[in-house]
C-alpha cells in the first residue's frame, strides 16, 4: 500500500492540489515546501516543556492525579494497515487513553477555531498513537509555542471513519492521478507556492 504522511492529510484537507503536485510534478517541487512536522524541534523548547505541568490540557497536578500520565517527545509514527506515518510532538499517554499535542509556531489569533486541516491533521495522529499503544484516541491538543494558549479537538468515532475514508481517497488520487478540484478559499492560492502551476 502507498504510504502516505500526516502532513500530507494536512495538506489535503487545506487544498489537494497540493498533494497533487507534490507527489506528481515532483519536477516543480518548491524550496520551501515542507511538512509542518516536528515543531518542537529546538532542545530548549523541549527541556520547558518537559518541566511544565499538564494543567492546561486539563489534567490535575501529578499528586492530585489518580492515573499516571507520561509525556513522549518526537514520535515517529507509522502503520501500515493505515498506510500512513508521521513524526508526532508529543503524545500524553495515560493507562486507557492516548493522546496527541502538535506543538503550533505562531500565536491563536483572536477568536480563532481549530481548521479542519489542523483538526484533521491531529486526528491522523490519533488514529496512529491508537494503533501503536493499543488505546483509545478520543482528542487532541494543539499549543501555541508563542503565546502558551492550547485548544482541544474530539475525535469522534465517525470522523475516525470519515478520515480514514480520505486517506483512501488520497491514495487513489495519487496513484490513478486524478486531478483534483481547487480549494475554495481563494485566499490560499495567493501565497501557494504551486500558483505558477496550478493557475498556468
Ligand atoms: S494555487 Fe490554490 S488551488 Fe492551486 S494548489 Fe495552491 S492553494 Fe491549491
Redesign the pocket.
Known amino acids: 500500500m502507498l504510504n502516505i504522511t500526516v502532513g500530507d492529510v494536512k495538506q489535503y484537507f487545506?487544498?489537494?492540489?497540493?498533494v497533487?503536485?507534490n507527489y506528481l510534478m515532483s519536477d516543480f517541487r518548491p524550496v520551501t515546501y515542507k511538512m509542518e512536522e516536528g515543531k518542537l524541534r529546538e532542545s530548549e523548547e523541549e527541556r520547558l516543556e518537559k518541566r511544565r505541568t499538564l494543567s492546561r490540557f486539563g489534567f490535575p497536578s501529578p499528586d492530585k492525579a489518580e492515573h499516571k500520565i507520561s509525556k513522549v517527545f518526537h514520535l515517529k509514527l507509522s502503520s501500515t494497515s493505515l498506510g500512513l506515518s508521521g513524526l508526532l510532538d508529543m503524545a500524553l499517554i495515560k493507562d486507557d487513553e492516548v493522546i496527541p499535542v502538535d506543538f503550533k509556531d505562531g500565536s491563536f489569533s483572536k477568536g480563532e477555531i481549530v481548521s479542519l486541516h489542523h483538526k484533521y491533521q491531529l486526528m491522523g495522529y490519533g488514529l496512529l498513537l491508537e494503533e501503536t499503544y493499543k488505546r483509545k484516541s478520543i482528542k487532541g491538543f494543539i499549543h501555541s509555542l508563542e503565546d502558551g494558549k492550547t485548544k482541544s479537538v474530539y475525535f469522534s468515532e465517525g470522523a475516525k471513519m470519515f478520515l480514514k475514508g480520505k486517506l483512501r481517497k488520497i491514495r487513489e488520487m495519487i496513484l490513478d492521478e486524478e486531478f483534483p478540484?481547487?480549494?475554495r478559499?481563494?485566499g490560499?492560492?495567493?501565497?501557494?507556492?504551486?500558483?505558477p502551476?496550478?493557475?498556468g
Open positions: 487545506y487544498c489537494p492540489r497540493i497533487y503536485f478540484d481547487e480549494t478559499y481563494r490560499r492560492c495567493r501565497e501557494c507556492e504551486f500558483s502551476i496550478c493557475k
